[in-house]
């Protein structure tokens, strides 16, 4: 029956995570020492760190599996995961624990690193996780208490279902093992385990003997004084680490100061259950005693962490914008560009180059705004640069803008990412002036897009007009095809230059009468193609209203003489499932019937289908 059951949760978990048989990114030489890691150190805290409870006062096993992918040694986490399962269910066997509620232990820590693991993924994504201010306190958050508060809740219920007894000692054993175990120990593991620690250690060797003889002292100090606290009962001196742990992590920097925390940690609890240190005079039993030494690690981590993190940051904060500062104005000298520094809310922090005074700003008077108050961006635009500091894959990423103090000046702004210890901390911003060159561009499209005698689109340009009509779903329209009546007879009895007059006085003629949404178009010779923008009720007289507005004017040409000339009309409805050449040929027969009926005269496609 336990088999089964053991086959049951197994197949649950690999549902559960969706762990696909595609292993091409598992490095299983790595899986599998973690896997034994694993074992290790639950084992030893299973032995040397439980009370009469059955709780381990501190938890660190969950921690090592945080760490393998915070380090990026193991990328995949659906495979931790399910390693992770599997290890724990082996330890607590090992230890003599037995049935259903093993698998079910197993089953709330694997639960408990895939949830951390995502919410690492969705903050951070490829940062670095214990670099920034924020991302500690959202790991504290959420692997610290969120994340062991639901563990926690599961596992007292797993063991009041195991027991038919649901306790609250039962629950804060599980919180606090399980939080104590993630906070202390995942940031010195993750050190560990991604080389930051031995880099550190080089570090200091190269900085100078008196840099490093300090560190040396203040951790020296630090762990000896903690070894006295906890190995002593005379004196009930609790916190008197907790001070020193904090100017240790000031003198010898956070990665160090986290290594100390968690060897005093394993000291701490060491001694405890030994009867020795300040907690082991206290007169509150073994449970006493544990909630004690639980509360006073947690207070020491969170106290350590947070001012030593933001003494750090203060302290080389006016330094990185200085050197980037001056980073930036070198650069500048002799560029023809201009270049902003903007944090990832699109504040500006610097600014400088020749091409800044298109923007309407100095160096000075920039700093402070936004790029919107500056630039004006399109929403689509806005987006696209709000996806692209979300996007990792991304990089750099150009637009194009107009300066709100000069609309006439079209200008390219490309958006590389600044990257902060491990982090996307902005973009530094290049601004070129591509008023020229747009010019150019629109000149060519003109010609390439435009009638050169009317002005009007030729055939290329209806064409590329007409993609956003057949994009804009549910717009009723209609088109006509239109020739002049007996042009020919004009060309030959007036000229050519009377030719081009009358098709340019008719084009004029047209352009007045048709709707603002309407396109008109020469398709060539004497022949022109209005889409009309309207309903089917409308379509007829409307076209019919054109061929009299032309048949009543009168066209004056070079010599001052005067003509009069008439058009015919073919027009067709667009349906749904036809292509654009399909309802223009439509167009032309039914302009072909026109002709036929005597010309000056709207004919409408009929279908004899």
């Known amino acids: 029956m336990l088999q089964k059951n053991s086959l049951e949760i197994c197949a649950v978990q690999a549902r559960m995570f969706n762990f696909s048989s595609k292993t091409d990114n598992i490095d299983f030489k790595k899986l599998f020492i973690f896997f034994i890691l694993y074992i290790i150190v639950a084992y030893i805290s299973m032995n040397y760190t439980v009370y009469y409870d059955g709780h381990s006062t501190i938890w660190p096993a969950d921690a090592l599996m945080l760490a393998a992918i915070f380090s990026k040694q193991i990328k995949n986490i659906n495979a931790i995961t399910i390693i992770t399962f599997f290890a724990n269910t082996f330890s607590h066997y090992a230890c003599g624990y037995h049935g259903i509620v093993v698998l079910l232990y197993a089953t709330i820590s694997s639960l408990q690193i895939f949830l951390s693991n995502k919410s690492y993924i969705k903050f951070v994504g490829n940062g670095v996780l214990f670099s920034e201010y924020k991302y500690i306190i959202k790991f504290n958050l959420y692997s610290g208490l969120v994340f062991p508060f639901i563990s926690a809740l599961l596992g007292t219920v797993a063991n009041g279902i195991s ?9 804060a054993g599980w919180f606090f093992a399980l939080s104590l175990g993630n906070i202390t120990f995942t940031r010195p593991f993750t050190y560990i385990l991604d080389g930051t620690l031995f880099k550190n250690i080089k570090n ?74 300040p907690i082991a005079l206290m007169q ?17 981590v969170f106290t350590e962490r947070a001012v030593s ?58 700093q402070g705004k936004n790029l919107t108050d500056i630039l004006k961006i399109s929403e689509k635009t806005s987006d696209s640069i709000k996806d692209f500091f979300d996007n990792e894959e991304k990089n750099c990423e150009t637009f ?44 060519a499209v003109e010609k390439s897009e435009k009638d050169p005698l009317t002005h ?31 042009f020919k007879t004009i060309n030959d009895t007036y000229g050519h230059e009377a030719g081009d007059t009358i098709l340019t006085g008719i084009s004029n003629l047209m352009q007045s009468l048709i709707h603002p949404h309407d396109i008109l178009s020469r398709f060539g010779g004497d022949e022109f193609v209005i889409v009309h923008l309207n309903t089917e009720i409308d379509s007829k007289s409307f076209f019919t ?47 072909y019937n026109a002709k036929e009926s005597g010309r000056n005269q709207v004919c409408e496609f009929i279908s004899k289908t």
């Open 163 to 171: 027991s038919g007894i649901f306790s609250l000692n039962d629950f």
């Open 204 to 277: 200091f060797a190269k900085s100078g003997f008196k840099k490093s003889f300090l560190a040396s002292v203040s951790i020296s100090i630090t762990l000896y004084a903690a070894y006295y606290v906890f190995h002593q009962i005379k004196y009930p001196f609790l916190f008197v680490t907790t001070s020193l742990v904090i100017s240790n992590s000031l003198v010898s920097g956070e990665i160090f100061g986290s290594i100390v925390v968690m060897i005093i940690a394993v000291m701490a609890t060491r001694a405890t259950f030994d009867l020795l240190g």
């Open 284 to 300: 509150a039993g073994y449970l006493g005693r544990q909630a004690v030494l639980q509360t006073y690690l947690i207070f020491t």
């Open 309 to 366: 993190v933001l003494f750090m940051r203060n302290k080389t904060l006016a330094q990185n914008v200085a050197e980037k500062e001056q980073m930036l104005a070198l650069i500048m000298v002799n560029s023809t560009d201009c270049m902003i520094d903007i944090n990832r809310d699109g504040l500006c922090l610097w600014a400088g180059g020749a091409s800044l005074p298109l923007l309407g700003c100095s160096n000075q008077n920039i």
């Open 400 to 443: 194009s803008a107009t300066p709100l103090s000069k609309q006439n000046v079209s200008l390219s702004v490309s958006f590389r990412k600044s990257i902060t210890d491990g982090v996307v901390s902005g973009a530094i911003v290049t601004v070129n002036d591509i008023t020229e060159e747009t010019n150019k561009i629109a000149v």
């Open 456 to 486: 009007l689109l030729n055939r290329s340009g209806f064409y590329e007009k007409m993609k956003s009509v057949l994009g804009t779903s549910g717009t009723p329209f209609c088109i006509s095809y239109i020739d002049i009546d007996h």
């Open 545 to 591: 209203n054109l061929v009299n507005k032309i048949e009543s004017a009168t066209f004056t040409l070079k010599n001052n003489t005067t003509i009069k000339i008439t058009i015919s009309c073919g027009f067709t409805h667009h349906q749904s499932g036809k292509n654009l050449d399909t309802i223009i040929q439509e167009a032309d027969n039914a302009l």
